[in-house]
């Protein structure tokens, strides 16, 4: 339970088994009263066996399906087993489960709660082609939520009993489709959406896939997910 609401942490992850075991157990020791289920995401190391080691529920998928498959699974388990909130949090160690009991608090109001990097707290920095997108990707979408929306591509979010049915059924696998246009149709559809501040941390292990060329690949992927996000119903 985190203030008084039964709930569950999901880890999506793939090829974490470095950070894994440091993530379940910190969610664990900061919210005792939350589950944990990790889903492999067709990881071809050891997470689901390290993650299961560390206490939490693993469900493994056969094969890659990418962030939007592994959540849509999580979501089903959820629904499936009658919590009021899921919480998505990253494999890598970035989110810190302290701001958990914020996310939920606002959840009295709302119906989907973002955990913002760029919105007052912390010393995350985004540069360039990357900080364009997410520039662009927040007037809109925060436009379309009719609320300030600073970090659009968070994967820091908690979701109530009616998202987390909605979720279930339908829940986009393609690029950024699992943030952009999960808002846009979280929204168009008369959900309440919120963001509070964070602060971010540096990954646990391994090291960011970012470059020039990538941070490029990203500005036009986030033109066009927007884009066809506005365009689906």
Same mark, same amino acid.
């Given at each position: 339970m985190v203030n008084g609401k039964r709930t569950l942490i999901i880890i999506p992850a793939l090829n974490e088994s470095g950070s894994i075991a440091d993530v379940v157990g910190e969610v664990r020791g900061e919210l005792?009263?939350?589950?944990? =289920?990790?889903?492999?995401?067709g990881s071809t190391d050891r997470t689901a066996a390290v993650a299961a080691a560390a206490g939490a529920k693993v469900a493994k998928l056969p094969y890659n399906l990418g962030v939007g498959g592994a959540m849509r699974l999580g979501y089903r388990y959820a629904r499936d087993h009658d919590y009021e909130v899921a919480i998505q949090i990253d494999a890598d160690g970035q989110h810190d489960p302290r701001y958990v009991p914020k996310l939920v608090d606002l959840l009295d109001d709302n119906d989907l709660v973002i955990g913002a990097r760029f919105a007052g707290e912390g010393d995350y920095m985004v540069r360039g @082609?990357?900080?364009?997108?997410?520039?662009?990707?927040?007037?809109? =979408?925060?436009?379309?939520?009719?609320?300030?929306?600073?970090?659009?591509?968070?994967?820091?979010?908690?979701?109530?009993?009616?998202?987390?049915?909605?979720?279930?059924?339908?829940?986009p696998a393609e690029y950024l489709g699992d943030t952009v246009e999960t808002l846009v149709h979280t929204a168009r559809r008369g959900y309440r959406i919120r963001q509070v501040p964070v602060a971010m941390?540096?990954?646990?292990?391994?090291?960011?896939?970012?470059? @020039?060329?990538?941070?490029?690949?990203?500005?036009?992927?986030?033109?066009?997910?927007?884009?066809?996000?506005l365009i689906r119903r």
């Open positions: 005792p009263g939350v589950d944990v =289920l990790v889903v492999d995401d @082609p990357r900080r364009w997108a997410m520039v662009m990707l927040s007037a809109v =979408l925060s436009r379309v939520a009719h609320t300030k929306l600073t970090d659009t591509t968070s994967g820091f979010r908690a979701a109530n009993r009616r998202v987390i049915e909605m979720f279930a059924t339908w829940y941390r540096k990954r646990m292990a391994g090291t960011p896939s970012h470059s @020039p060329a990538r941070a490029m690949i990203y500005l036009g992927r986030a033109f066009a997910v927007l884009t066809l996000a």
